[in-house]
């Protein structure tokens, strides 16, 4: 099957029915490119609907749309989106300039880069694909532990930012070419079998690409359930022979070579560009991919690996697999297996036969009747995700206007069992299907959610509130403060930024009884922000 | 299928007596061989994420067996006259420990220090033709990080558990001793489902800071915010994970407190311990040890851990880095217990998740593998010795999957936590709800605890 190559990102037209309860309505366009994929039931083209003037958008709506899209809502910007409606500030987001990072000197440190990952969060306005980037690099993870230079790990942040609305086979293939994860997970300078030193290819990338970055251990039906086999057990998606295969097509790839220097079996650390191939060093043998695909022996080095991801990219699980966890990420831990199930679908076809179109995959999730639960009463037991500790630091200081260098932020991602730019292993922070103990619901982001990091954030808001974060970080409270002499409209300021104007009566009526006993504006103030930005309501995007 | 372990034999003879380590106080040393006061005992699970590479932790000595280690492993080999020769009854030949590992040396030759050879998840035994016929039931994805992880940890070899044996052993024993206000089984490396019960929750605690709210003076606004905020955790929203999120912090809130007042009516203790990853953890485990009384325990079971162990590349240098935190953490842990007078009643062990092929990778490491060795240490060990099996060594032998060095284990990980939760208070009785599986092999508990 031919598939989507970077020559031909020819996106389809996305219209948006607003009427018909949010259902997305993919028209057809000529962008196909001779792709022979073809959706089991395409949809009809439907006719060219005049976009009738957008209904007034209600805040909670557009609030809750940031929540899931952005690094947090701020007050401008839910008034912004409720002028663009969604799909219009999808577009915008779609076409903003990238946000950038500062070319790195050789071997210098991370934390630089760390704070203006932060910086970046809080003030650029590609704030979507910062945010679907960040998620990308949550799953197809690389870690300062190892790759802990800036020239290193920069170049590693501009593919998934560069990629991340662009096609998942592309950023396969960048990924997998990254001299970052080729030294994070031992594909650069990965020799070929030696036989008289008995050496052979090194499996850490093949593995890791298929059970984490697009496939998973176990075979999925579409809508993200797992396939159960005839004698009761969830069926393998690869075993040790195919590991061993993919070890094999990832041999011949050495560092890029420096300019200047000349191409040598072992290029010495450098990390500009892609990973370069040399043949005398790539494993000649046929090597055993998925679905009982074998490549033939004696292919070239760039032959195989092209092969052995579209091999990978065309595999059924991709799409529920990755979809499922960018749902996870971007809006609820459970989605339901329909919800799965429709941005598969979209993985697999975008409306114009092009597999793996991540634009689509967005829109697709974010435009869901599921994410849309936006009326007061719709939501359901599972929905929703606890904020990771970044996106829990950044929505606080976005919604309260705050300056800052990131370097509080970065100092206080470590308490929270998030040390920025530095998870613990390729698996993450924390793993998609992580189950909240003692209940079946599953809750990725609980991993790092305990009594210590529990206490960690809630004194991280406190130290933002009550002023003590370090001089890099600044929150001016001051308009806040001027409405606080009436403490209910406080509160339906609070409530509009921070819970999307749906805090409960409950909430609302602890918290205004407690700050009515303030009678000073400015600890009243304070008081209501620390007690809502601490609570379990704000700590779960819902 | 019969056993598919074999202890050594174990000799009686004691090695030549090996005197304390000069940090060993007079005091401590009084303390440690006078009968417990109190029935306490502690587990101390130090669990080594990465899967840990034991062909270059225990290797052989003897000159045939290890020119054949140094043959096929190449330039991953640790010198001879590196090694730190060990001399296991059991055996009847000589072993080296790893060069980096010196106070392990020490605590093996003192008795405190047993190494349970390659031991690893299993359903029931399991032989390399079984294997290769893929006749014989093995764990679920086999060589994946998570799934050996998340089995070393429940001792559920296939499918999902949500709840891991140190949680289940302490359902048993709570309904020996009683619910204790304060959990039974805490973690200071984060959450992790070893820790997690049926009827128990964990606490977790951070090695490096207080669990305390930070902001609260004592006025009265202030203790009006903190009632609202302790309220406002009590509000159902209908919504499970915001339910869940409000759980935690309200442990995390009297867990904290409660600890907090405990800190306060002891002493710091006098042992010094490296102020590393896993120092720092083990540090916190014997503060909490320490005020085990004041908590009101009497079991207790840790969990700590390091990373860093998935050596695909420059093993050599990785382990030399990894295995220099490992063993002055794990002395100064032990010297603690000695301090505290406690060090028969605690049992520290390692799990990791697996172990690493025995042929090196491009790059100088290793790949997955399967059975591996693990140290266990304390005062009630029956040190000295190695127990199970010891692979052999060979390409396509009898304990290979293939053609790699990934060994079959002949040891269950289900007679090594058997072991430990028995020594720990289980009764055997209870053995099979805490391990599901340990009826498929032939000895349920092992001999390293006596």
Same mark, same amino acid.
């Given at each position: 099957m031919r598939t989507a190559t970077s020559n031909d990102h020819t996106w389809p037209k996305l219209l948006v029915s607003l009427t018909a309860g949010m259902l997305l309505i993919f028209q057809v366009g000529c962008g196909g490119g001779g792709n022979n994929f073809t959706p089991a039931a395409a949809p009809p083209a439907p006719p060219p609907i005049s976009a009738p003037p957008p209904p007034p958008l209600p805040a909670a709506t557009a609030a809750r749309f940031l929540e899931q899209s952005t690094f947090g809502p701020t007050p401008e910007l839910i008034a912004h989106v409720q002028t663009t409606g969604l799909q219009g500030y999808l577009d915008e987001q779609f076409a903003a300039p990238i946000s950038t990072y500062d070319e790195p000197a050789a071997a210098s440190p991370l934390a630089p880069v760390q704070a203006r990952l932060v910086v970046n969060a809080l003030n650029d306005p590609d704030q979507l694909r910062q945010r679907v980037a960040f998620a990308l690099g949550e799953i197809m993870v690389i870690s300062g532990d190892k790759i802990n230079t800036a020239d290193a790990f920069v170049p590693y942040l501009r593919v998934l930012h560069a990629d991340a609305f662009g096609n998942f086979y592309d950023l396969l293939n960048d990924v997998t070419l990254s001299p970052a994860m080729g030294h994070y997970l031992d594909m650069v300078n990965n020799d070929k079998t030696t036989l008289d030193a008995k050496i052979g290819p090194n499996e850490n990338y093949a593995r890791e690409l298929m059970q984490l970055f697009s496939i998973g251990v176990v075979r999925l039906n579409m809508d993200g359930t797992v396939q159960i086999g005839s004698d009761g057990n969830p069926i393998p998606t690869y075993d040790q022979d195919i590991v061993e295969?993919?070890? +094999?097509?990832?041999?011949?790839?050495?560092?890029?070579?420096?300019?200047?220097?000349?191409?040598?079996?072992?290029?010495?650390?450098?990390?500009?560009?892609?990973?370069?191939?040399?043949?005398?060093?790539?494993?000649?043998?046929?090597?055993?991919?998925?679905?009982?695909?074998?490549?033939?022996?004696?292919?070239?080095? &760039?032959? &195989?690996?092209?092969?052995?991801?579209?091999?990978?990219?065309?595999?059924?699980?991709?799409?529920?697999?990755?979809?499922?966890?960018?749902?996870? +990420?971007?809006?609820?831990?459970?989605?339901?297996?329909?919800?799965?199930?429709?941005?598969?679908?979209?993985?697999? &076809?975008?409306?114009?036969?092009?597999?793996?179109?991540?634009?689509?995959?967005?829109?697709?999730?974010?435009?869901?009747?599921?994410?849309?639960?936006?009326?007061?009463?719709?939501?359901?037991?599972?929905?929703? +995700?606890?904020?990771?500790?970044?996106?829990?630091?950044?929505?606080?200081?976005?919604?309260? +206007?705050?300056?800052? &260098?990131?370097?509080?932020?970065?100092?206080?991602?470590?308490?929270?069992?998030?040390?920025?730019?530095?998870?613990?292993?390729?698996?993450?922070?924390?793993?998609?299907?992580?189950?909240?103990?003692?209940?079946?619901?599953?809750?990725?982001?609980?991993?790092?959610?305990d009594n210590a990091t529990s206490v960690a954030r809630i004194n991280f808001a406190n130290s933002l509130v009550y002023g003590s974060l370090g001089s890099g970080t600044t929150v001016d409270l001051s308009s806040l403060v001027a409405q606080a002499g009436d403490p209910a409209k406080l509160l339906d300021q609070l409530d509009a930024e921070f819970t999307h104007s749906q805090m409960s009566t409950a909430m609302r009526g602890a918290i205004l009884t407690t700050i009515s006993g303030i009678t000073d504006t400015r600890r009243r103030t304070q008081a209501a922000i620390y007690l809502i930005v601490t609570s379990s309501q704000y700590q779960v995007q819902h | 299928m019969t056993v598919s372990r074999r202890d050594f034999l174990r000799l009686s003879c004691c090695s030549a007596a090996v005197g304390m380590a000069a940090n060993f106080s007079k005091f401590g040393l009084i303390n440690a061989m006078a009968a417990p006061a109190d029935d306490y005992k502690a587990l101390v699970c130090i669990f080594l994420f990465g899967g840990n590479d034991a062909n270059n932790m225990v290797v052989p000595l003897s000159s045939a067996d290890y020119g054949n280690y140094a043959k096929v492993r190449g330039a991953l080999a640790l010198p001879q006259a590196s090694l730190l020769p060990v001399m296991p009854p059991s055996a009847g030949a000589p072993f080296g420990l790893h060069p980096n590992l010196p106070e392990l040396q020490?605590?093996?030759?003192?008795?405190?220090?047993?190494?349970? !050879?390659?031991?690893?998840?299993?359903?029931?035994?399991?032989?390399?033709?079984?294997?290769?016929?893929?006749?014989?039931?093995?764990?679920?994805?086999?060589?994946?990080?998570?799934?050996?992880?998340?089995?070393?940890?429940?001792?559920?070899?296939?499918?999902?558990?949500?709840?891991?044996?140190?949680?289940?052993?302490?359902?048993?024993?709570?309904?020996?001793?009683?619910?204790? !206000?304060?959990?039974?089984v805490v973690s200071v490396a984060g959450t992790n489902i070893f820790c997690d019960g049926i009827n128990t929750h964990p606490a977790t605690v951070s090695p490096d800071s207080s669990q305390l709210l930070s902001g609260f003076n004592g006025s009265a606004e202030s203790n009006a915010r903190m009632s609202a905020l302790q309220q406002l955790l009590t509000f159902d929203s209908g919504m499970s994970l915001i339910q869940a999120a409000s759980g935690t912090t309200a442990n995390a809130l009297k867990n904290g407190d409660l600890l907090a007042k405990a800190l306060a009516s002891v002493t710091a203790l006098a042992t010094p311990f490296p102020a590393t990853t896993l120092g720092k953890q083990l540090s916190q485990i014997a503060k909490l040890i320490q005020v085990r009384a004041a908590l009101g325990l009497k079991r207790q079971i840790f969990f700590c851990s390091l990373q860093g162990f998935d050596t695909h590349?420059?093993?050599?240098?990785?382990?030399?880095?990894?295995?220099?935190?490992?063993?002055?953490?794990?002395?100064?842990?032990?010297?603690?217990?000695?301090?505290?007078?406690?060090?028969?009643?605690? !049992?520290?062990?390692?799990?990791?998740?697996?172990?690493?092929?025995?042929?090196?990778?491009?790059?100088?490491?290793?790949?997955?593998?399967?059975?591996?060795?693990?140290?266990?240490?304390?005062?009630?060990?029956?040190?000295?010795?190695?127990?199970?099996?010891?692979?052999?060594?060979?390409?396509?032998?009898?304990?290979?999957?293939?053609?790699?060095?990934?060994?079959?284990?002949?040891?269950?990980?289900?007679?090594?936590?058997? !072991?430990?939760?028995?020594?720990?208070?289980?009764?055997?009785?209870?053995?099979?709800?805490?391990?599901?599986?340990?009826?498929?092999?032939?000895?349920?508990?092992?001999?390293?605890?006596?």
């Amino acid at each position: 099957m031919r598939t989507a190559t970077s020559n031909d990102h020819t996106w389809p037209k996305l219209l948006v029915s607003l009427t018909a309860g949010m259902l997305l309505i993919f028209q057809v366009g000529c962008g196909g490119g001779g792709n022979n994929f073809t959706p089991a039931a395409a949809p009809p083209a439907p006719p060219p609907i005049s976009a009738p003037p957008p209904p007034p958008l209600p805040a909670a709506t557009a609030a809750r749309f940031l929540e899931q899209s952005t690094f947090g809502p701020t007050p401008e910007l839910i008034a912004h989106v409720q002028t663009t409606g969604l799909q219009g500030y999808l577009d915008e987001q779609f076409a903003a300039p990238i946000s950038t990072y500062d070319e790195p000197a050789a071997a210098s440190p991370l934390a630089p880069v760390q704070a203006r990952l932060v910086v970046n969060a809080l003030n650029d306005p590609d704030q979507l694909r910062q945010r679907v980037a960040f998620a990308l690099g949550e799953i197809m993870v690389i870690s300062g532990d190892k790759i802990n230079t800036a020239d290193a790990f920069v170049p590693y942040l501009r593919v998934l930012h560069a990629d991340a609305f662009g096609n998942f086979y592309d950023l396969l293939n960048d990924v997998t070419l990254s001299p970052a994860m080729g030294h994070y997970l031992d594909m650069v300078n990965n020799d070929k079998t030696t036989l008289d030193a008995k050496i052979g290819p090194n499996e850490n990338y093949a593995r890791e690409l298929m059970q984490l970055f697009s496939i998973g251990v176990v075979r999925l039906n579409m809508d993200g359930t797992v396939q159960i086999g005839s004698d009761g057990n969830p069926i393998p998606t690869y075993d040790q022979d195919i590991v061993e295969g993919f070890a +094999h097509v990832f041999t011949g790839w050495t560092y890029p070579t420096k300019p200047g220097a000349t191409l040598a079996k072992h290029n010495p650390p450098y990390y500009s560009g892609p990973m370069v191939a040399l043949q005398s060093n790539h494993e000649t043998g046929s090597k055993l991919l998925l679905n009982g695909v074998t490549l033939p022996p004696g292919q070239p080095t &760039d032959k &195989d690996l092209s092969d052995a991801l579209h091999n990978v990219f065309n595999h059924p699980n991709v799409g529920p697999f990755i979809g499922k966890q960018l749902i996870q +990420h971007l809006v609820t831990s459970n989605p339901s297996p329909e919800y799965v199930k429709r941005v598969a679908l979209v993985f697999n &076809d975008n409306g114009a036969g092009v597999r793996g179109d991540l634009r689509a995959v967005i829109t697709a999730i974010l435009m869901d009747p599921e994410a849309r639960r936006d009326s007061a009463g719709q939501s359901q037991p599972g929905d929703g +995700h606890m904020k990771e500790p970044l996106l829990y630091m950044t929505s606080l200081l976005r919604g309260l +206007h705050a300056t800052s &260098d990131g370097k509080a932020v970065v100092a206080n991602s470590v308490a929270m069992e998030q040390n920025l730019l530095h998870p613990p292993s390729v698996f993450n922070y924390f793993p998609p299907n992580y189950q909240i103990p003692g209940t079946t619901t599953l809750g990725p982001e609980f991993k790092i959610w305990d009594n210590a990091t529990s206490v960690a954030r809630i004194n991280f808001a406190n130290s933002l509130v009550y002023g003590s974060l370090g001089s890099g970080t600044t929150v001016d409270l001051s308009s806040l403060v001027a409405q606080a002499g009436d403490p209910a409209k406080l509160l339906d300021q609070l409530d509009a930024e921070f819970t999307h104007s749906q805090m409960s009566t409950a909430m609302r009526g602890a918290i205004l009884t407690t700050i009515s006993g303030i009678t000073d504006t400015r600890r009243r103030t304070q008081a209501a922000i620390y007690l809502i930005v601490t609570s379990s309501q704000y700590q779960v995007q819902h | 299928m019969t056993v598919s372990r074999r202890d050594f034999l174990r000799l009686s003879c004691c090695s030549a007596a090996v005197g304390m380590a000069a940090n060993f106080s007079k005091f401590g040393l009084i303390n440690a061989m006078a009968a417990p006061a109190d029935d306490y005992k502690a587990l101390v699970c130090i669990f080594l994420f990465g899967g840990n590479d034991a062909n270059n932790m225990v290797v052989p000595l003897s000159s045939a067996d290890y020119g054949n280690y140094a043959k096929v492993r190449g330039a991953l080999a640790l010198p001879q006259a590196s090694l730190l020769p060990v001399m296991p009854p059991s055996a009847g030949a000589p072993f080296g420990l790893h060069p980096n590992l010196p106070e392990l040396q020490s605590l093996f030759n003192q008795k405190k220090l047993a190494v349970l !050879t390659n031991v690893g998840v299993l359903v029931k035994p399991v032989t390399r033709a079984e294997y290769l016929a893929r006749s014989a039931a093995v764990p679920s994805h086999l060589f994946s990080h998570a799934d050996q992880q998340a089995q070393w940890q429940t001792s559920i070899p296939s499918g999902i558990s949500d709840t891991g044996w140190a949680g289940r052993t302490a359902d048993k024993i709570e309904a020996i001793y009683g619910k204790p !206000t304060f959990p039974t089984v805490v973690s200071v490396a984060g959450t992790n489902i070893f820790c997690d019960g049926i009827n128990t929750h964990p606490a977790t605690v951070s090695p490096d800071s207080s669990q305390l709210l930070s902001g609260f003076n004592g006025s009265a606004e202030s203790n009006a915010r903190m009632s609202a905020l302790q309220q406002l955790l009590t509000f159902d929203s209908g919504m499970s994970l915001i339910q869940a999120a409000s759980g935690t912090t309200a442990n995390a809130l009297k867990n904290g407190d409660l600890l907090a007042k405990a800190l306060a009516s002891v002493t710091a203790l006098a042992t010094p311990f490296p102020a590393t990853t896993l120092g720092k953890q083990l540090s916190q485990i014997a503060k909490l040890i320490q005020v085990r009384a004041a908590l009101g325990l009497k079991r207790q079971i840790f969990f700590c851990s390091l990373q860093g162990f998935d050596t695909h590349s420059d093993q050599l240098n990785h382990h030399q880095a990894l295995y220099s935190q490992v063993a002055p953490a794990m002395a100064a842990f032990e010297n603690a217990t000695i301090e505290m007078g406690v060090e028969p009643q605690v !049992t520290s062990f390692t799990l990791s998740d697996f172990g690493r092929t025995f042929l090196p990778a491009s790059g100088g490491g290793t790949d997955h593998a399967w059975g591996s060795h693990q140290f266990i240490m304390g005062g009630a060990v029956q040190g000295g010795d190695f127990y199970g099996k010891f692979p052999s060594l060979v390409l396509s032998g009898p304990d290979d999957t293939g053609d790699e060095g990934r060994w079959i284990p002949t040891t269950s990980l289900d007679q090594y936590a058997a !072991t430990l939760a028995s020594w720990f208070g289980v009764p055997a009785t209870d053995l099979p709800s805490v391990f599901p599986n340990i009826g498929n092999f032939a000895s349920p508990t092992l001999r390293f605890l006596g």
